[in-house]
Structures are given as structure tokens and as C-alpha cells.
């Protein structure tokens, strides 16, 4: 998903023009371009593996504050 900082950064390195986040997003919706969002999660997800790794894997991130 692009963001508005990307895409004024983007202007920049290829323009060499510069946008704030804020006029990129003003000229966006003038484009015609609107937010998007992801639809939902994927299809492909698979529950039975993010518990394996959840359990021990972020619980012990948590504990040692990293």
C-alpha cells in the first residue's frame, strides 16, 4: 500500500520537485485516487501456525523487552 510520504518522496527523487505529505494527499484525491484499505485477511492464513509461533515466540519477546 502506498502512503502519501512515499509518494511525495517519490515525486522528489523523480521530479526533484518537493511535496508535503499533506499536498500529495490533496493532490491525490484530485487525481481521483482514494484510501485503500486491505479487504480482510488472507485467504491463505493459517490460525494453526500463528498460535505455534504466538505461544512461545512473542511471549518470550515481551518478556525480554525486545
Given at each position: 500500500m502506498w502512503t502519501a510520504t512515499t509518494v511525495s518522496t517519490l515525486i522528489g527523487r523523480k521530479t526533484r520537485l518537493s511535496y508535503s505529505v499533506s499536498g500529495v494527499t490533496r493532490l491525490l484525491r484530485r487525481m481521483g485516487c482514494s484510501?485503500?484499505?486491505?479487504?480482510?485477511?488472507?485467504?491463505?492464513?493459517?490460525?494453526?501456525?500463528?498460535?505455534?509461533?504466538?505461544?512461545?515466540?512473542?511471549?518470550e519477546v515481551i518478556r525480554s523487552g525486545r
Open positions: 484510501a485503500q484499505l486491505p479487504d480482510g485477511r488472507a485467504v491463505e492464513r493459517d490460525e494453526d501456525a500463528i498460535t505455534a509461533w504466538w505461544e512461545p515466540t512473542w511471549q
